[in-house]
């Protein structure tokens, strides 16, 4: 089946640094999110980005359908953006979302 | 307007006892997923409903697994028989359309067999 990497693993900075998220896939995909695990293990969706770029507020994605890979940027990182990031997507004609590795998050203040 | 919510929170079962899992998605919602997330992995595809179908259940381990939806609303998981291996998070999701668009968590139900 389809395999998702994201890079890297775990990720420290400080308050107000900017970083980049990838996640790459072995195959092609559709309907990519990125979400948000906060500390007490809620997901939040940030984006639903099957390709081209978005931005809402600090944060922006970008995904290359046809270089299967995304990216998630956070610009002037906050304590409260802590937690795990996750790509999720399906395989063309099915609902199963497969969801990366995650990226692991800690921003110091 | 609310969003997912699930119950229980928290579920003790010994083993060998049956359980039921319940989830209610945002009003509306036609799309329902349920996942399963172990500790420090990323939540696994369990089951799929679209209204009350049940269109994929190919993530569901073992036949002692079993998800209903039977009004197109609130969904049940329910798991017989718990095993120590079926300790985990169950999470479920509700999107508005046909399942490939914004997904919305609920908090999970965690769930421990001794």
């Known amino acids: 089946g389809i395999q998702v990497e994201q890079s890297p693993p775990d990720l420290i900075l400080q308050e107000g640094a900017n970083s980049t998220l990838r996640c790459n896939f072995s195959d092609s995909v559709n309907n990519l999110q990125w979400f948000h695990q906060n500390p007490w293990g809620q997901l939040i969706n940030l984006f639903y980005?099957?390709?081209g770029t978005k931005q809402n507020g600090r944060l922006s994605a970008t995904t290359v359908a046809t270089e299967r890979y995304s990216l998630l940027y956070i610009s002037s990182s906050q304590t409260t953006d802590s937690g795990v990031y996750f790509c999720a997507g399906t395989t063309s004609g099915t609902y199963k979302y497969i969801f990366g590795t995650g990226t692991r998050l800690k921003v110091l203040a | 307007g609310a969003g997912v919510s699930q119950s229980p929170r928290y579920k003790v079962a010994k083993r060998g006892q049956d359980v039921a899992l319940r989830c209610d998605p945002i009003s509306g919602h036609v799309s329902l997923f349920w996942y399963q997330q172990a500790l420090g992995q990323g939540p696994e595809f369990l089951t799929y409903?679209?209204?009350?179908?049940?269109?994929?259940k190919s993530g569901l381990p073992s036949d002692r697994f079993f998800a209903e939806r039977p009004e197109g609303s609130v969904s049940t998981l329910k798991i017989q028989r718990t095993q120590q291996e079926d300790s985990a998070v169950y999470l479920c999701a509700s999107s508005l359309g046909a399942g490939r668009e914004t997904q919305y968590f609920g908090p999970g139900t965690r769930l421990l067999v001794l």
């Open positions: 980005i099957p390709s």
């Open positions: 409903f679209q209204n009350e179908a049940q269109l994929d």
